[in-house]
């Protein structure tokens, strides 16, 4: 059997997209379960970006090891040399060097004619391969490209020494059919295809990112760019949980291996969407509340025979435990532990005393908790491991009024090194009021909201909120988050999180 190469870009072309930015410990995070998944390549950012993402790529490349670790670079050799600074130390680096190849992105983008092109294609690869012996070409706009100048470009590429040439569908424009011929071709027409991986990176404008890059490895390509949850430009780009479970339900069609382990999809895309504060549609494949959930009395009745009548795949394949003990408030901590071990969790003794805390306190509110509570307790204990360190203003108490038809206000107390902070505020309603009160008090520096998110957790009027706030200020991300089954309050405390990691931030720039 071949081997797939599952190449991830949730930190690079996913982190890029509107909402999704992540900070470098959300970051790091991710690289974390991204190992644990066991893809090959880590795409961990564009380097030269900005400076956080030099410093986001670095701090991988240092800390992953079971992965390599790639930076993105445009084929220019001040990209190519930053990205190779930001990789280097990894345990395998890769540059990703790309460069447009369609007659559109030519002329109007790069204002570089085919032969500039093919110029630029050669001595920047053997630029970047003077540093680094994994090279990817990425031949952008490839779908929209000539596929004999196509052919001249990734030959160029592969001559120069690339060892990945990448076919991406930047626009989501082709169709299965179009990118398995493709491939075929360019594999039978460059002279030396068979000295580089051939890869596809696809994008899901039509909805057909997955079936793309199926097709494409029908073709011949070995490499499937994808990303968590199919975030990315757009309307993102190929799931990797949705190309990994069609390979793994349907082997007779797609004889390959990859070295995911699929028991870990469903921790690593709940991480994902926890960072981001979003949630999955519910009727999302494979990660969907709704992907294993049976609501019609001839498919129950199915099931209930027999599982396979209307499943596919099994929960416990991607790491969903089915068992149905409800936990409440006469779960001891060894149960709880338990079943959070199921969940796919392994919590440091300190993660799980608070998590056992924030169970005992939601158990006074909440009859039964459900594995997405407990699921929802994990992550927000774990992510704010940070925010017991950080030293600032905790909320004390607030009082709100709000109505049909008055002006909503907040008056909120704070409490900061001991001593206690109030103030009064009126907004458009009871959360301008509350953030007017807090920014009153706190005074944090020049900000805007990049996501102001609550989800519930689970179904029912006593469910846990889950609020994201994610503030942006002199180009970096300051996230919060808040759980309480009073979203007011929860969106109170995420907002003073964020606005507590926006002032440290602020305090070590002065100082
Ligand atoms: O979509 C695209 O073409 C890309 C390249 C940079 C690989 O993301
Ligand atoms: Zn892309």
Redesign the pocket.
Known sequence: MDQIVIFD?TLR?GEQSPGCSMNLKEKIEVAHRLERLKVDIIEAGFAISSPGDFESVKTIAGTVKDCAVAS?ARANAKDIDTAWEAVREAVSPRI?L?LATSPLHMEYKLKMTPEQVLEATAAMTRHAKKYCSDVEF?A??ATRSDWDFLVKVVDTAIRAGATTV?I?D?VGYTTPSEMRDLIVYLRENVPDSDKAVFSV?C?DDLGLATANSLAGVLGGARQI?CTINGLG?RAGNTALEEVIMAMHTRPGLYPYFTRIDTTQISRASKTVYNIIGQTAPLNKPIVGRNAFAHESGIHQHGVLANKQTYEIMTPEALGIQTNNIVLGKHSGKHAVEERLHELGYSLTKEELLACFAEFKDLCDKKKEITDDDLGAIAEHCIRSEEDVELKGYKLNWFSMHTSNFTTATCTISLEKDGEKFEDVCLGDGPIDAAFNAIDRIVQPAEHTFDIYNIHSVSQGKDTLGDVTVKLVSGGRTYTGKGLSTDVMEASIIAYITAVNKLCAATEKKES
């Open positions: 870009t072309d993105l990703h790309f990425s952008e706009d990448n991406p930047t990176h994008h760019e430009e």
